[in-house]
């Protein structure tokens, strides 16, 4: 069963999404702020956090980058602000997912299942290869990324978009093809998200992250992983 966090500090919402996600088959623990968010999450270890970032006391920033340091779970950020810029910021702080208050339930359960596809996915598995390149190493299945001779810490949606392009490696994967394995059906045309995970992970494992020498995007068509 998936186990949901839900981060929020307003209780009628709360009480919606509990009732909502109970009677959908989550299982669901509340927290009202981030430091009982920490702690509910070292205690219960969900699949999903769903965190609103507008939360009393410590920012949901931080709160995000507590538990990307902790915890596996898929992260995916509710908020009612709208810029641009503070989604970019979540999902470089380690969210996976950016939701815009006011929301459909059908929508957020749409985004929850991808959520915890990706935390699943993201677990180790005993048949994935280990790639040895000039500038750094993965091994799929213990999920350990080496870039220098330390260790490189990935996000889930960061191996899980690692792991389409490295088993298509030397071939073009389409943008599509690639939303829609890391993040659902639902977000086919959010090619931002995959520049903002290009960009992440040329930067954490490429040596000249402006110019790649394994990650190379095909400017309107896709992306292709050279070993
Ligand atoms: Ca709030």
Do not use: C
Not at 9 to 37: C, H, M, S, Y
């Amino acid at each position: 069963m998936t186990r949901v966090l839900v981060v929020e500090d307003e209780p009628p919402l709360v009480r919606a999404l509990e009732i909502n996600l109970k009677a959908r088959g989550f299982d669901v623990d509340t927290a009202p702020d981030g430091a009982q968010a920490l702690r509910s999450a070292a205690a219960s270890a969900p699949d999903v956090v769903l965190l609103d970032l507008g939360l009393p006391a410590m920012d949901g920033i931080d709160v995000i980058k507590e538990l990307r340091r902790r915890n596996r779970a898929s992260i995916l950020v509710v908020s009612a602000r709208r810029t641009s810029d503070e989604k970019i910021t979540a999902l470089d702080a380690g969210a996976d997912d950016y939701l815009t208050k006011p929301f459909s339930m059908d929508e957020l359960l749409a985004r929850l299942r991808a959520a915890a596809r990706r935390t699943d996915t993201a677990k180790p598995s005993d048949d994935a290869p280990v790639i040895v390149t000039e500038t750094f190493t993965l091994d799929l299945a213990a999920k350990k990324a080496r870039r220098d001779g330390r260790d490189v810490r990935l996000t889930p949606t960061e191996w899980h978009l690692l792991e389409v392009l490295v088993r298509n490696s030397g071939r073009l994967v389409g943008r599509h093809q690639l939303l829609e394995e890391v993040w659902g059906t639902s977000q086919r045309t959010q090619t931002n998200y995959l520049r903002v995970y290009m960009a992440q992970l040329r930067r954490k494992l490429e040596t000249d992250p402006a110019h790649p020498k394994h990650f190379f995007t095909a400017p309107g068509m896709g992306y292709r992983f050279d070993p």
